[in-house]
C-alpha cells in the first residue's frame, strides 16, 4: 500500500501554491507594504526552517556578526512548513530567509513578489534515503517517494535520476512498474513516514538523511552533491526594497552571512555544536550525533558510500555539505533549463517562458555578496578560484 501526502502536507501545499501566485500574494504583500511604512528601519529579522541549509544565518546570528557590525537583530523565527516561512515573508514579518533555490523562481515570477537571491546558503547538503531492500534506482520502480517540495532541487536532482533509468515520475494514481509516484511531505514527517514504510524513501535536506542512518530506518541510496556537483539548495532571499532602499543595511546583513560562511569552513564541530538542541538557543530540535554526521568532513565513510553507490563520482572529493555565499549564474541558467522538463504540480505555464540568462540577471542582486567576499579575502577563503563563472557538472 502507497500513502500520499497527509491532509496537513496537502494543506500547505495548497496554502503555498496560493500564495505563489499574483491573486494570491497580493494581500500579503500589501500588509508588507503597510508594515514598512511603520517601520522603515525594521531590524534583521530571519526566518529558517530546521535544517541544515539555514547553518549560515544562524551562525551569523550566534557569533553576533551581524550585531558586530552596528544591527538590530531579533532571535530567529524557527517555522514548520515553506508554506509559513513564504508567508511570514512576503508580509514582512521576516526580512532575510533561506528558500529553496526553485521555489525563488516561482516566487518572482509567479507571484511577481518583489524578492531577490542575494547569496548562496550551501552547497551540496541533501540526498535520497530509501528503505534497506532498495539497492538501486531501478528499484524504486512501482513505488512512492517523498520530496520536500515541487520546486526543489531535490525534485530537479531525482527526476533527473529516475528518467536516466527510464522510469517516469508521476503525481497521481498508483504507480506502474515503470513509474514513480511523487508525493510532497514535510522534512521532519519524512523520517518517521520512511520508519513506518509509508514510502520508499525521500530526497531532502540534512540532517534528516542522517537521522536515518542514525535510526537505522534507512540509508543514502545517493547524494544529490554526487549528481550536480557543488549544486546550491537552498539560497539567501531579501526583499528588493530592502536593496533599494537601505543598502548600507543590506550590505552589513550580507557581510554577516559570508562571514559565518567563512568562519564555518574552520568550525565544522562549533557548528554542530551551535545547532544542535542541546545549544541554549535551541536552534533545531537535532541532535549533535546526527549534525556531525553531516558537518565534520572526517566522520564521512567515504569508503562505505563509495562501495553502496551513494558516490559514484570519486574523483570530485565532495564534502557532505559545504559553504560558499557566490550565487554562480551559470546555476541559475541550467536550473531553469532544467526546470522546464521536471514535472511540478500546479500552474506553471510562466516556466517555459522564462529566459534563463534573464533570470540569472534579474533573479539574483550579487553586487553585496562580490564586496563581502572581497572584504573576507575573496573566493579563495572558500577554497575556490579568483572567478565569478563556473561551468555545470550534471551526471548520472
Not at 542575494?118 to 528503505?131: D, E, F, Y
Amino acid at each position: 500500500m502507497h500513502y500520499g501526502p497527509s491532509l496537513e502536507a496537502r494543506r500547505q501545499f495548497i496554502k503555498l501554491s496560493t500564495l505563489f501566485t499574483a491573486m494570491g500574494a497580493l494581500p500579503l504583500l500589501q500588509m508588507h507594504k503597510a508594515a514598512r511604512a511603520a517601520e522603515p528601519d525594521a531590524p534583521v529579522r530571519i526566518g529558517y526552517l530546521a535544517i541544515t541549509d539555514a547553518t549560515p544565518l544562524l551562525v551569523a546570528h550566534h557569533n553576533q556578526l551581524f550585531q558586530k557590525q552596528g544591527l538590530d537583530v531579533e532571535k530567529p523565527r524557527l517555522f514548520r512548513s515553506w508554506a509559513q516561512i513564504v508567508e511570514a515573508f512576503l508580509a514582512g514579518q521576516v526580512n532575510v530567509v533561506h528558500l529553496l533555490a526553485p521555489m525563488t523562481v516561482w516566487a518572482r515570477y509567479g507571484s511577481q513578489s518583489r524578492a531577490k537571491v542575494v547569496a548562496w546558503n550551501h552547497m551540496s547538503g541533501s540526498g535520497l534515503t530509501v528503505q534497506h531492500d532498495i539497492n538501486q534506482i531501478t528499484d524504486l520502480g512501482g513505488k512512492t517517494v517523498a520530496i520536500p517540495f515541487w520546486y526543489s532541487l531535490h525534485n530537479v536532482v531525482l527526476q533527473h535520476l529516475l528518467k536516466s533509468k527510464g522510469l517516469e515520475p508521476v503525481s497521481q494514481g498508483e504507480p506502474g512498474p515503470a513509474q514513480v509516484k511523487l508525493v510532497v511531505m514535510s522534512p521532519s514527517d519524512m523520517v518517521p513516514a520512511l520508519a513506518n514504510k509509508q514510502i520508499a524513501g525521500y530526497t531532502v535536506a540534512e540532517p534528516f538523511n542522517a537521522s536515518a542512518e542514525v535510526l537505522k530506518v534507512g540509508k543514502i541510496l545517493r547524494f544529490t552533491g554526487d549528481v550536480w556537483k557543488d549544486h546550491a539548495c537552498c539560497v539567501v532571499l531579501m526583499h528588493e526594497q530592502d536593496l533599494e532602499q537601505r543598502p548600507e543595511w543590506a550590505q552589513k546583513v550580507v557581510n554577516g552571512i559570508v562571514q559565518a560562511q567563512a568562519w564555518i569552513q574552520d568550525h565544522r564541530e562549533e557548528t554542530a555544536r551551535i545547532l544542535a538542541k542541546d545549544n541554549p538557543q535551541r536552534y533545531t530540535p537535532h541532535s549533535y550525533e546526527a549534525l556531525a554526521q553531516v558537518l565534520l568532513p572526517e566522520l564521512m565513510d567515504t569508503a562505505r558510500y563509495e562501495a553502496s553507490g551513494a558516490i559514484v563520482n570519486t574523483g570530485w572529493k565532495e564534502k557532505r555539505i559545504d559553504f560558499q555565499p557566490y550565487p554562480f549564474p551559470s546555476y541559475t541558467e541550467e536550473l531553469i533549463r532544467k526546470l522546464k522538463t521536471t514535472l511540478v504540480s500546479g500552474k506553471n505555464d510562466f516556466l517555459q517562458r522564462l529566459d534563463p540568462a534573464f533570470v540569472a540577471r534579474d533573479l539574483v542582486d550579487d553586487r553585496y555578496v562580490k564586496k563581502a567576499i572581497a572584504d573576507n579575502g575573496g573566493m579563495a577563503a572558500f577554497g575556490l578560484p579568483e572567478s565569478f563563472t563556473r561551468q555545470e557538472t550534471i551526471t548520472t
